[in-house]
């Protein structure tokens, strides 16, 4: 599904194939809010030349138009005609404190909805958690894919990263996910260290998850949208970004 074209250290250039045609990496899925659709999805792949996208499953299982969604699939409903990757609403956790929906729950629907790549529901955890907290949050995360990989079926299947900003953790949560039966590893719990510019400890923890990922599937860095941090994103080996930033700026009257 992934094949690696050409590299320079941990960068590398590839071909992602999806049920929806070829995706180059390195490369932005640009985030659509269903809800708020800025930018429609079938001009960010005309215009933009996206080929990829990322929406939210946890919006969209609450979402009026559920079963219209089911029905017709999430290409139809988008009106998209690249591949889709959805989120399970892991990211929700960390802005309201919780979501009302579990791993299984959240697997069916992406899997009823046809997604290409469909995303597990880890446990976001914090920057200031703990060792002994991020370490649960990093077992409980570890349990949630093997879930997900026994549930998935045909579905494509995302990976989540966790464990703070903790080395050994990221690592070891790294090694357990990825040798799993899932097509793309994500590293997540890293939009708190983009929003406040440590980029320090952006750096150490891609590299800490690095060290324990199977390096030939491809690696998702979530939450990633600034233009500035893509080329080190990518020097660090990370081959996926999605974001909503382009939609956020552009609603504020603000350039990237």
Not at 40 to 57: K, S, V
């Amino acid at each position: 599904m992934f094949e690696v074209r050409d590299r320079d250290g941990l960068a590398r250039i590839g071909v992602l194939e999806t049920a929806h045609g070829p995706v180059a990496t390195p490369t932005l899925a640009p985030v659509v809010n269903p809800n708020r659709p800025i930018i429609p999805p079938r001009e960010l792949a005309a215009r933009f030349g996206a080929q990829i996208l990322i929406t939210n499953a946890y919006i969209l299982g609450k979402s009026p138009d559920r079963d219209a969604i089911v029905r017709d699939g999430i290409h139809t409903f988008l009106g998209f005609p690249g591949a889709v990757m959805t989120d399970s609403g892991a990211f929700q956790s960390h802005v309201y404190g919780d979501v009302d929906v579990t791993n299984a729950e959240v697997i069916a629907f992406q899997k009823a909805i046809h997604t290409d790549f469909g995303t597990m529901l880890d446990v976001f955890s914090e920057p200031g958690h703990a060792h002994d907290r991020a370490s649960a949050d990093v077992d409980e995360t570890v349990r949630r894919a093997h879930e997900a990989v026994s549930l998935r079926g045909d579905m494509a299947l995302v990976g989540a990263v966790q464990g703070g900003l903790h080395p050994d953790l990221r690592e070891r949560c790294a090694r357990s996910v990825s040798s799993l039966d899932v097509a793309v590893c994500a590293i997540g719990g890293v939009v708190p260290l983009l929003e406040t510019y440590r980029f320090r400890d952006l750096v150490r923890v891609i590299i800490a998850s690095k060290k324990g990922l199977d390096p030939s599937k491809p690696v998702h860095l979530f939450g990633a949208g600034h233009p500035l941090v893509f080329p080190l994103a990518t020097l660090l080996g990370c081959d996926l970004f999605d974001s909503a930033s382009y939609a956020k700026y552009a609603r504020d009257g603000r350039m990237l």
